[in-house]
T-cell receptor
């Protein structure tokens, strides 16, 4: 079974609109973490936002917010007021503690295209 | 701001040749990761170091890939011999154990093309 699932291979959004990128996860570790990364065409992975499993509030970082629904095991990324520079691949990742160390698993990504 | 350094940024090689990639993590980061990312997919962990010790290399094709981090600082990933299917982006990341979120910081990557 996939530990991290991103069901949207590609998304389009109009400039200045909001967009939600979906991510579901599966883990038995009670103390896990969830991350979103942005990967522009240049290739570097840019950290966007983090949500800990025990965090009571949804994480926010500027225009990025994470819609964390623990019971549903979902951690959707919301980008508000989309900009042309937001066009990139977006990866959801999970950190879990197994076998004495932290492990990170990445989803397959969603390619976002912002339209002018 | 401290960054993870990787070199080279691009490498073109012929199959059956040897290639090596270098990574210098952020100072003080004890954990270092090598990922392979095939075009259109998410990063896949190849090897993870804690200081100089390997803690996970379960997905490393050990017949042709090797990785070392001799002094617990910088690291080298080697492929010998390279195969066509090794064409991918190779990403290095590091993290500081002790931070609550323990996020990974990534380098710019090495884009490998095997002809």
């Amino acid at each position: 079974a996939q530990k991290i699932t991103q069901t949207q291979p590609g998304m389009f959004v109009q400039e200045k609109e909001a967009v939600t990128l979906d991510c579901t996860y599966d883990t038995s570790d009670p103390s896990y973490g969830l991350f979103w990364y942005k990967q522009p065409s240049s290739g570097e992975m840019i950290f966007l936002i983090y949500q800990g499993s025990y965090d009571q509030q949804n994480a926010t970082e500027g225009r990025y917010s994470l819609n964390f629904q623990k019971a549903r095991k979902s951690a959707n990324l919301v980008i508000s007021a989309s900009q042309l520079g937001d066009s990139a691949m977006y990866f959801c990742a999970m950190r879990e503690y197994t076998s004495g160390t932290y492990k990170y698993i990445f989803g397959t990504g969603t390619r976002l295209k912002v339209l002018a | 701001e401290a960054e993870v350094a990787q070199s080279p940024r691009y490498k073109i090689t012929e199959k059956s040749q040897a290639v090596a990639f270098w990574c210098d993590p952020i100072s003080g980061h004890a954990t270092l990761y090598w990922y392979r990312q095939i075009l259109g997919q998410g990063p896949e962990l190849l090897v993870q170091f804690q200081d100089e010790s390997v803690v996970d290399d379960s997905q490393l094709p050990k017949d042709r890939f090797s990785a070392e981090r001799l002094k617990g600082v910088d690291s080298t990933l080697k492929i010998q011999p390279a195969e066509l299917g090794d064409s991918a982006m190779y990403l290095c990341a590091s993290s500081f154990k002790g931070r609550q979120r323990n996020e990974q910081f990534f380098g710019p990557g090495t884009r490998l093309t095997v002809l």
